[in-house]
């Protein structure tokens, strides 16, 4: 298995710009957990879904972020419009519930200008 | 109000030497905990965990010692490698929910070995 897939890996985009991040399961894994990685506030889940419910989203800071599972193996987190302070790495990462670790992806690097 | 707290922000140790990395936690309702490991340009990748009704767990060079009274947990590795310079994240999870990615990570700390 390929492990969690992120896509892009890199994104610069201008303020005000929608933003969406993918992220690709691990095969057979049923949770799905965005995490945002920035200097001030470290590494903080955003929301995270079982069998494509989403459970728990008061990670997200704005109404402004929204995130989708529109099937098993797939995810994707949504900024729009985006603001310089979004600037960070997310993370996408996968689990099978109660097993005992979360795999995570390379990250995505965004950056708003 | 940080509830995973790695105060040392970085280490440097001796390649051989034991590499002691420290963790405080203040909510006592935490039932499991991990360490995770980071490259740079790389996701978290796992490196060992402990429940919260144990207090030492093992595996070949990484040690995860728990103490609940204290609220505290350290990871030894023994001996240190080049190979283990990288940054550390301790983990908790914050209920009984069995779900091991909800996490609340520490800030980490940067572990660097020496030749």
């Known amino acids: 298995d390929a492990g969690v897939i992120q896509s892009p890996r890199h994104e610069v985009t201008e303020m005000g710009q929608e933003v969406t991040l993918r992220c690709k399961l691990i095969s057979g894994h049923n949770s799905l957990f965005w995490y945002r990685q920035t200097m001030m506030r470290g590494l903080e889940l955003l929301i995270y879904?079982?069998?494509?419910?989403?459970?728990?989203d008061s990670g997200m800071p704005e109404d402004r972020f929204s995130a989708k599972m529109p099937n098993a193996s797939f995810s994707t987190l949504k900024i729009q419009p985006s603001e310089p302070r979004d600037s960070a790495v997310y993370f996408c990462?996968?689990?099978?519930?109660?097993?005992?670790?979360?795999?995570f992806g390379q990250g995505t690097r965004l950056t708003v200008v | 109000d940080q509830q995973v707290k790695q105060n040392s922000p970085s280490l440097s140790v001796q390649e051989g030497r034991i590499s002691i990395l420290n963790c405080d936690y203040t909510n006592s309702m935490f039932d499991y905990f991990l360490w995770y490991k980071k490259y740079p340009a790389e996701g978290p990748t796992f490196l060992i965990s402990i429940s919260s009704i144990k207090d030492k767990n093992e595996d070949g060079r990484f040690t995860v010692f728990l103490n609940k009274s204290a609220k505290h947990l350290s990871l030894h590795i023994v001996p240190s490698q080049p190979g283990d310079s990288a940054v550390y994240f301790c983990?908790?999870?914050?209920?009984?929910?069995?779900?091991?990615?909800?996490?609340?990570f520490g800030q980490g700390t940067t572990l660097q070995v020496k030749p």
């Open positions: 990462a996968s689990s099978f519930l109660s097993r005992d670790q979360a795999f």
């Open positions: 879904f079982n069998n494509n419910v989403p459970i728990d």
């Open positions: 983990a908790a999870r914050p209920d009984g929910s069995g779900n091991t990615g909800k996490l609340i």
